[in-house]
Structure formats: structure tokens, C-alpha cells
């Protein structure tokens, strides 16, 4: 009695699987034939119109200053140090040299070209 209800469950398991298995195309499918007698492909996934997820960009600007907001030493005084020992310092009006629009107009096109643009 014992090894009959073995066997059904042997029997059991084993159609399971045949049920599971018999429907998989496993990515075997061959294109089928049109009644033109072309053959059809089969469809391809279409990429989203646009991302499932909009980016966030950090603009790295100080509209106040109108310099990177990563070199600003108004707004970030730790940062003044670095620029006096790498000896790019304006004493006469306390910037970096590299940013003082006072002492170097050219400077304002550079940094009006490095400046996030709206849209």
C-alpha cells in the first residue's frame, strides 16, 4: 500500500513538470510563416519615450557670486587657504586671482560659458 502511494506521488510530481515545462519556448521560437509566405519576426521590446525616472542635475553654480559654487571662497571661506598656498590670491579684493573679475575682465566670458543653462 505504501509503494502504490509512492508511485502516484512519483506520478504527481512528474506531470507537474510536464505541465510546467510544455509551456516554455525557452527563446526557441522560430518565425512563423504569413500567408504572403514572408516570414514574421518577433516583436521587439520598445524603449520608453522618455526615463521612468527624471535625473536631478545639481547645478554647481552660485548665482550670487557667478562662479562655480565648488570654488567659491565667499560662500565657503574653508576654501581660501587652499587658493592663498597654491598662491592664487587678489589681497587687494580678497579673491582667488583665478576669479577676480576686477583684476582680470576676460574672466567674466569664461565663467558667463561655464554657467548652467536654463531648460
Same mark, same amino acid.
Given at each position: 500500500m505504501r509503494l502504490t502511494t509512492l508511485h502516484w506521488k512519483v506520478r504527481l510530481v512528474l506531470f507537474a513538470f510536464a505541465l510546467l515545462f510544455s509551456g516554455c519556448e525557452c527563446g526557441t521560437k522560430t518565425p512563423s510563416a504569413r500567408s504572403d509566405g514572408t516570414a514574421?519576426?518577433?516583436a521587439q521590446p520598445q524603449k520608453p519615450q522618455q526615463p521612468l525616472v527624471k535625473k536631478v542635475e545639481i547645478a554647481d553654480w552660485c548665482p !550670487?557670486?557667478?562662479v562655480p559654487?565648488?570654488?567659491c571662497t565667499r560662500c565657503n571661506a574653508t576654501?581660501? !587657504?587652499g587658493f592663498k598656498t597654491k598662491g592664487d590670491w587678489c589681497a587687494k579684493h580678497g579673491l582667488p586671482e583665478s576669479q577676480c573679475l576686477d583684476c582680470h575682465p576676460g574672466l567674466k566670458a569664461k565663467f558667463d560659458a561655464m554657467k548652467?543653462?536654463?531648460g
Open positions: 514574421t519576426q518577433p !550670487e557670486h557667478r559654487e565648488s570654488i576654501l581660501i !587657504e548652467p543653462k536654463k
